[in-house]
């Protein structure tokens, strides 16, 4: 639905670019969207390859980051969506990972108070750092985020395993960071998947209050879905309710 409010227009952004995730990932994203969020917004995918996205989608090119030469962008691309003017856009901005499954409603996270909002990082909550699979902010208001990564970026490298590192300690120390309410956006490898040993016998469960689960690390919705899992993921049984979600 391009189409949002014009008295403040709400935007849902992912990103896709390489041969990793197929555009299935991002019409299945559209479609849990449209289930979960009501009122009129704007869908977008910043991408290097729109071929196979649905109509419904506003493709649009990743913003370069102006990296040095031989430096891949990759890694820090997320980066791209707090240029001072992405293509025009205006509004609020919620961005979600195109691997993420939304199991529950998305309107509050277009409402709840914070001038940025992140996932706190689940493995150690000690530290300020967020999850990038979930992120809102207002378009064109945080530009001194990309414009010094693209100044510094040789310190930044050095400093930062990531965009998200960087992105939560540059606006912590602006007083601008805030975190989702715990039980909206679990992860799949943390919560999700039963205690040892009772993962071999038990399924992998949606955990109260979960709104969109994320998938980090080793293991994605079709891995999910089947049971599968590589040498450092622990077993896991097939995660049944994916497919009620995870479809167009």
């Known amino acids: 639905m391009r189409e949002a409010s014009q008295a403040h227009p709400r935007h849902v952004i992912c990103m896709k670019w390489g041969t990793k995730y197929g555009p299935e990932y991002v019409n299945r994203l559209y479609a849990m969207v449209r289930r979960h969020l009501r009122g009129d ?5 910043l991408t290097d390859d729109a071929a196979g996205i649905r109509s419904e989608v506003q493709c649009l090119p ?19 969506t707090f240029a ?3 293509h ?15 199991t529950g409603s998305l309107d509050d996270f277009f409402t709840q108070p914070g001038e940025f909002l992140i996932i706190h990082d689940h493995k150690r909550p000690w530290r300020i750092t967020g999850n990038s699979s979930v992120y809102r902010f207002e378009l064109g208001a945080h530009p001194d985020v990309l414009a010094y990564f693209r100044t510094h970026f040789d310190e930044i490298r050095r400093r ?4 998200q590192a960087y992105l939560s300690d540059f606006l912590h120390r602006q007083g601008k960071l805030a975190y989702w309410p715990d039980t909206w956006c679990p992860s799949f490898k943390y919560h999700c998947i039963p205690r040892w040993p009772t993962n071999y016998w ?9 709104r969109v689960v994320i998938f980090h690390g080793e293991c994605n919705p079709p891995d999910a879905l089947a049971g599968r899992r590589n040498r450092r993921f ?15």
């Open 84 to 86: 001072a003017d992405l």
């Open 202 to 210: 038990r399924l992998p469960f949606v955990p109260e209050g979960a």
């Open 62 to 80: 990743i913003p370069p980051l102006d990296l040095p030469a031989g430096i891949p962008e990759r890694g820090w691309n997320k980066l791209a």
């Open 160 to 163: 930062f395993r990531n965009e």
């Open 41 to 45: 917004f704007n869908f977008v995918c």
């Open 88 to 102: 025009g856009l205006q509004g609020t901005a919620l961005f979600l990972d195109v691997d993420v499954v939304v």
């Open 234 to 248: 622990r077993f896991i049984r097939p995660a049944a309710w994916v497919a009620e979600h995870w479809h167009e």
